[in-house]
């Protein structure tokens, strides 16, 4: 069958198919440029205005004023939000579309290229079902990997300040719109950055109308492995430790210590090491303090991270707490090929130091293994 002519016939009917959206789905999708520009029905707010947002550094970030920007000044640094008057934000994922029905690209990374992975065809389809409702004014803090953990703390959390320093002081009616289903911990830290229920509105339509519709600048580096920049993880990690300790910031120092940290995987369904169960046995007689993220609510991972001195752990968004830690020694064990830089950058940003140990062999099951020989012998050498 795998050589037949009927095979060969789907396989060349599919790979035309596949390429006709590629090429189709381009005309769709509004990208960066064409999204700063006057043209399509957009209107940009107050282009030589400047907002301030001043961020209070504490015991754990560096103290720094930054100046978030409308004005457009050519450069890769500067920050935006623009406003697109009766826009749509259609299921799945609430993704934005303008008037003219083209879908907005800055949701993923700014770049059409990952936005046509998606199949933008859907999108535009349920733009033309009859409204569910209409918003006068609007900020969106959706996007199709908003249920990630990773991805909901450094693409979709940051942009809330350019909510904050440019979209309230200029448009105070301005609604903010979450996904329609929230897990405990998007929730929690939407209340650590001071946002409560009432404070935002939970997508569960089909298509709703926006009167104004404000898109921010995508929060990362145009490039999909690579973090938020310095600037919304400064603010993004002062706001929510802030929070956490309140007034007395030697409270995370007073709370019980777990300086060595090793994160299990136990539970997971994907990118699990064959031979976990032999690493958590190795850390733990190394001293190191195991636990499992799922099972700890959002606070207790900030506090863990907060003081851990070394962590140990498998490629896997859990790492993303690493924006609480200061100068930790990380250990990521990489399954497979993978080579992804997303928690060397963050590792980078919080001044510690990266090891990166690649499992490449395979285990009867097919699972990728990781040498304990190694990882006892790089441990070792750090401790001592």
């Known amino acids: 069958m795998c050589g037949s002519p009927v095979a060969d016939k789907l396989r060349k009917y599919f790979r035309l198919r596949h390429q006709a959206k590629i090429f189709l789905g381009r005309f769709l999708i509004l990208d960066r440029g064409a999204l700063k520009s006057d043209g399509d029905g957009l209107y940009i707010e107050d282009k030589n205005a400047t907002a301030y947002y001043k961020i209070s550094a504490g015991a754990y970030s560096v103290n720094q004023s930054h100046v978030v920007s409308l004005r457009w000044r050519g450069s890769e640094g500067a920050e935006f939000a623009v406003r697109l008057p009766n826009a749509h934000l259609v299921a799945p994922f609430a993704v934005a579309l303008t008037r003219r029905r083209k879908i907005v690209a800055e949701y993923l990374y700014g770049a059409k290229t990952v936005m046509l992975t998606l199949n933008p065809f859907r999108y535009v389809t349920n733009s033309?079902?009859?409204?569910?409702?209409?918003?006068?004014?609007?900020?969106?803090?959706?996007?199709p990997y908003a249920h990630n953990y990773y991805h909901w703390?450094?693409?979709?959390?940051?942009?809330?300040?350019?909510?904050?320093?440019?979209?309230?002081?200029?448009?105070?009616?301005?609604?903010?719109?979450?996904?329609?289903?929230?897990?405990?911990?998007?929730?929690?830290?939407?209340?650590?950055?001071?946002?409560?229920?009432?404070?935002?509105?939970?997508?569960?339509f089909t298509h709703v109308r926006v009167n104004n519709l404000w898109i921010s600048r995508y929060p990362k580096f145009n490039e999909i492995d690579l973090p938020m920049r310095p600037l919304y993880f400064t603010w993004l990690r002062t706001r929510l430790m802030e929070k956490m300790v309140g007034d007395d910031r030697n409270e995370l120092q007073t709370i019980r210590k777990c300086e060595y940290l090793c994160i299990s995987r136990k539970g997971s369904r994907k990118g699990r090491i064959g031979n976990e169960d032999q690493i958590v046995k190795k850390m733990e007689e190394l001293g190191f303090k195991v636990i499992v993220l799922s099972e700890i609510d959002l606070d207790e991972q900030i506090r863990c991270f907060a003081e851990a001195k070394i962590v140990v752990a498998v490629h896997g968004a859990g790492?993303?707490?690493?924006?609480?830690?200061?100068r930790p020694v990380v250990i990521e064990i990489m399954p497979g090929a993978i080579n992804r830089r997303d928690y060397y950058s963050l590792t980078?940003?919080?001044?510690?130091?990266?090891?990166?140990?690649?499992?490449?062999?395979?285990?009867?099951?097919?699972?990728?293994?990781?040498?304990?020989s190694l990882l006892e012998e790089t441990v070792s050498k750090i401790l001592c």
């Open 348 to 372: 980078e940003y919080t001044g510690g130091q990266y090891i990166q140990i690649c499992a490449k062999e395979k285990d009867q099951n097919g699972c990728y293994v990781a040498s304990i």
């Open 128 to 143: 033309f079902i009859p409204s569910d409702a209409t918003i006068s004014s609007a900020f969106s803090l959706n996007g």
């Open 319 to 326: 790492l993303t707490n690493l924006i609480f830690s200061t």
């Open 153 to 204: 703390m450094t693409d979709v959390l940051p942009s809330l300040l350019i909510y904050e320093a440019i979209v309230k002081p200029h448009d105070p009616e301005c609604i903010l719109v979450v996904p329609g289903y929230l897990f405990a911990w998007q929730k929690r830290s939407l209340e650590l950055l001071g946002y409560t229920e009432k404070d935002y509105l939970q997508f569960c």
